[in-house]
C-alpha cells in the first residue's frame, strides 16, 4: 500500500512562495511500478514456505490470485489513468499516461516460459484479468458506466485505451506464434484473440475494422 500512493501521487508544500502542491516524479512513479511488478505480479512465492502453509491452512495460491488482481485493477482504474493522464499536463517533471500504460504492460505482458509452472498459471490469470479491464474501460456496462464516463470518456484516455488494446493484440498474436495448435499455451492465447475480437467489436461496431474509415480517408486522398 506505501509503494502504490507513488503512483499519481502528489507532495504538499506548506512553505510561503513555493508551489503549495506538485506531482511526483516521474522515476518515482517508474520506479513504483516497476517494484509492484517485481513483488506482487511475479509471484512472492518465497512468502508462502510449505513448512509454515501445511501447519496454518494459509491458502497461499488464493492470497497471490487475489493480490495480483487487486493490483492489475489499480493499475488500470479509470480513476488512476485519470491522475496519471493530469499530472502530466502539469507535473514539473510528467510521467506520460503513454508511458505509464506501457511499463504497466511490461509487469504483466510476459512470455509463459517460467521453468515453474505455477508462476506461468499465475501470468495467464493476470493477463485475462487486465484484458478484462482494458474491455471495461472501453465498453463499460452496469456501474462501471458512470465511473468510465466521468473520469475517462471527456479526455484523450479512451484513444490510448484504443491503442493499448492493439498493443496487447500485437503481442498476443506474436505470441501465439511460438506454440503449436492444440497446446495449452496456444489455447490460452487463441482464447485472449476472441475477447479482443469482441471487445473491438462492441467498441467499434460490427465492420471489424478499427481504422476501415481513416484508412479510406487516407486512401482517397491519396487518389486524388
Not at 12 to 22: I, R
Not at 66 to 71: A, F, G, K, N, P
Request: glycine letters at 6%; a neutral charge.
Amino acid at each position: 500500500m506505501h509503494v502504490q500512493r507513488n503512483l499519481g501521487g502528489r507532495y504538499t508544500n506548506n512553505l510561503p512562495g513555493q508551489n503549495p502542491h506538485d506531482y511526483l516524479p516521474r522515476s518515482v512513479q517508474k520506479e513504483a511500478v516497476e517494484w509492484l511488478g517485481r513483488n506482487v505480479l511475479v509471484a512472492p512465492l518465497w512468502l508462502y514456505p510449505d513448512k509454515v502453509v501445511g501447519c496454518t491452512g494459509v491458502k497461499s495460491v488464493d492470497e497471490i490470485r487475489d493480490r495480483q488482481s487487486s493490483t492489475v485493477a489499480l493499475f488500470l482504474a479509470p480513476g488512476m489513468l485519470q491522475n496519471i493522464y493530469s499530472a502530466s499536463m502539469c507535473a514539473s517533471d510528467p510521467y506520460s499516461l503513454e508511458e505509464y500504460l506501457d511499463d504497466v504492460f511490461a509487469t504483466v505482458w510476459k512470455p509463459l516460459n517460467d521453468p515453474n509452472e505455477l508462476e506461468n498459471n499465475f501470468r495467464r490469470q493476470q493477463q485475462r484479468t487486465y484484458l478484462g479491464f482494458v474491455e471495461r474501460i472501453l465498453n463499460p456496462t452496469g456501474k462501471d458506466v458512470g465511473n468510465v464516463n466521468l473520469s475517462v470518456n471527456r479526455s484523450d484516455i479512451l484513444l490510448f485505451m484504443e491503442m493499448h488494446l492493439d498493443k496487447i493484440e500485437e503481442y498476443v498474436k506474436s505470441q501465439l506464434s511460438a506454440y503449436k495448435e492444440g497446446d495449452f499455451n496456444y489455447r490460452h492465447f487463441t482464447a485472449l484473440l476472441r475477447n479482443i475480437k469482441k471487445a473491438k467489436e462492441d467498441y467499434y461496431g460490427k465492420n471489424t475494422e478499427t481504422d476501415t474509415s481513416a484508412k479510406k480517408l487516407l486512401e482517397n486522398q491519396k487518389n486524388h
